[in-house]
């Protein structure tokens, strides 16, 4: 209704194409801090306030969905402003849970705390630049950064974002352990696309596909030049471990911290055996896990984890709808780990509870 009143005023004043997409992105923008502000209040209010701001987003849903559709917005986050797609749900997530990205931020203190070196780092799945808008909000100046991203309109708003920043370096492309393989992307509609390996017996013309390039061999040029990698960051909704087999000489030269996404359902649709990643990397070294919620609450700390422990965990993710995936800190050096979880308990006995603790997170 009210994208045909728009429409209907736009036409009764003469309006051109220009001015109707101007319309269409201020309303995009309207839905999408008015969401935003309704996800604050869900959590952060008293309970009638909460199911108000319930009650809101879900009215609100429905113009969500026909503004929001491929516009692109701005937030306030990180201490700057950031373009993304109008769908995108991390402002949303980090009003009702502040601690999510915790991890990230607490590994690299923890990192830091043990190397005098120029910290770089690798993210696979950059998105719009997120984690490199938290890094430097956290650490000014700290790190480099090779952001890597398979979406093209992702990865053009990641470089929108960090224009301004030389330490800087996006690249567009798919990764994965299958070098040259036919690869796709599925869009799950939330600005979070999956890639898909194309079956051969499907592709109607192959030159209309992707193809799969081994981090070692597209992160080459950014570890020569900074000469060190410190940390390798992976999401990608379930293919993380195939992303990390594609990086042996960056593990086994560097040995680079790893902060990655585990998620057994997402494993188990791809016929991924949960342990797999956690065997590859102990190949090169890597001994010690720590484990994170999906919500950054610290969950566990291990050495040496074996099959049951993994299957066991895995179960726990699989059986519980808010829990639903772990982020996992891989190292070589115990002393990072145990200066992670020492921080990670610090920070949770001082870190209220939210009111909706028990809602799953919707990634």
Known sequence: ????????????????????????????????????????????????ERLLAHLGKMVLAPLVNKFGAREVVSASLFGRTLLMPAEHPLPATMARFPQYNSPLLLAVDAIAAQTVSPVSIIDVGANVGDTV??????????????????????????????????????????????????????????????????????????????????????????????????????????????????????????????????FPKLLEGLNEPVWSGFEYLGLFGYRHFVFFTNRGDFYCKISDPDRLFLRSLASV????????????????????CEHLVEASIELMSNTPAPNNSHVPLQK
Not at 147 to 158: F, G, H, K, P, V
Not at 317 to 336: E, K, N, P, W
Request: proline share 4%; glycine share 6%; aromatic share 10%.
């Open 133 to 262: 808008a938290m890094i430097e909000q956290h650490r000014p100046g700290f790190s480099s950064f090779l952001c890597i991203e398979a979406d093209s309109r992702l990865a053009e708003l990641c470089s929108l974002n960090h224009a301004d920043n030389p330490r800087v370096i996006v690249k567009r492309c798919f990764i994965g352990e299958e070098e040259g393989a036919a690869v796709w992307l599925h869009d799950d509609g939330r600005a979070n696309p999956s890639t898909k390996l194309a079956l051969t017996d499907q592709m109607s013309d192959p030159s209309n596909y992707d193809r799969l390039t081994r981090m070692d061999k597209a992160a080459s040029e950014f570890v020569e030049k900074t000469g060190n990698l410190s940390m390798i960051k992976v999401d990608t909704e379930g293919y993380d471990f195939s992303v990390l087999r594609s990086g042996p000489n960056l593990l086994r030269e560097y040995q680079p911290s790893i902060l990655f996404e585990w």
């Open 317 to 336: 993710a699989l059986r519980d709808s808010g829990v639903g995936y772990f982020d996992v800190f891989a190292s070589t050096q115990v002393a990072i």
């Open 1 to 48: 209704m009210i994208s045909k009143l728009c429409s209907l005023w736009a036409a009764d004043k003469g309006m051109n194409t220009l001015e109707m997409s101007r319309i269409s992105v201020a309303l995009a923008q309207w839905t999408f801090d008015a969401t935003n502000k309704l996800s604050y209040r869900s959590v952060h209010a008293s309970r009638p």
